[in-house]
């Protein structure tokens, strides 16, 4: 039965993945503006999304095929300077796990984005709602289709919330003759439709700089002061950089954070990831990523080595394979092979 179940549900569920992309002009790597998609004539609304599903053999767990992520983007810009985003998520929608059974127990819906924006100028707009939050360049631009891994670096979800409910000030501006893009934000942890697996933020505000670098290169800086909901005395500063460079198909990028805890330093955590990109091919791309990462509570820090394989179907529909091994890793951060078909619409 469960050699049965496997080969029927991987393709069905990658034969709805697929079905649901639509082919754009080509392109080396695709942009991650997500505000676009299908525009609905007359009506200044547009709509689009992702579909993810993975394949994975974890170490010390049985095979799992899971339709990982499903999410809408509905957006909204008419004549004047308001706009609308949304993001809705379905996370792990169907699960399959050896030895064949099917579980959606787990599955989340939540608005991963709902915000207005107010474009005043290139210089200053204005946010209101839920965003995601401004910590280095992975999370700004995390949907499966527009990054090379399957895995997550850990310091990219794991040291903060990933999204924040309140108000922003952003804009573009000029300095040393290059473009600085800011954004200052602050949250009163009220959240909108939030997701149950993620300790939300209490209250937080930030600051986020990205610098345009000679040749090719972006370097980031990012600052957070929040306390979350879990436990709400316990007020948390984070400091954080990240550096992207890209050129000629070829990618490098890292990111490093800090976070400090009001509690002392045992509840401190900080971590790093490297990660390069490589072309093989026209299409094929290879990936390696280390990264460490020291979680409040535990010592020594866990390292992961990641090596992997992108290819890319369509400039908006990937798949991507690679394996993971881990030292020193007891919190139990995902190793072994994982895979996934993420496609964007």
Known sequence: ?????????????????????????????????????????????????????????????????????????????????????????????????????????????????????????????????????????????????????????????????????????????????????????????????GNSNQDTFDSAYGLHLTYAMPRSGQLGFSYVNFTQKSDAANRQSLFGVDYLWSRNRYELSGEAIYRVSSRGRAWDEKGVFVQAVVPLSGRLYGVGRYEYFRQAGSSPGVSLWVAGLAFRITPTSVVKAEFVHGVNNQINAPEGFLSSISVLF
Not at 37 to 60: D, S
Not at 139 to 167: C, E, K, Q
Request: net charge positive.
């Open 1 to 193: 039965m469960r050699h049965r179940v496997f080969p029927a549900a991987f393709i069905v569920s990658v034969a709805l993945t697929l079905g649901s992309g639509s082919v754009r002009a080509a392109q080396p790597v695709p942009s991650p503006q997500l505000e676009r998609g299908w525009q609905l004539p007359g009506t200044g609304f547009t709509l689009g999304g992702y579909a993810t599903e993975n394949f994975t053999v974890k170490k010390n767990r049985p095979w799992e095929l899971s339709t990982e992520d499903l999410s809408l983007f509905i957006g909204w810009e008419g004549t004047g300077k308001l706009k609308f985003f949304s993001e809705l998520s379905l996370e792990d929608a169907l699960v399959f796990r050896q030895p064949g059974t099917l579980t959606t127990s787990h599955r989340s819906l939540a608005f991963e984005r709902a915000y207005f924006d107010y474009a005043q100028s290139e210089r200053l707009n204005f946010r209101l709602g839920k965003f995601l939050t401004p910590v280095g360049h992975w999370n700004l631009i995390h949907a499966d289709p527009l990054v090379w891994t399957t895995s997550r670096p850990l310091i990219t979800n794991r040291p903060f919330p990933t999204y924040a409910t309140g108000a922003m000030i952003y804009g573009t501006r000029t300095a040393f003759g290059k473009e600085l893009d800011y954004s200052m934000y602050a949250s009163s942890g009220q959240e909108i439709r």
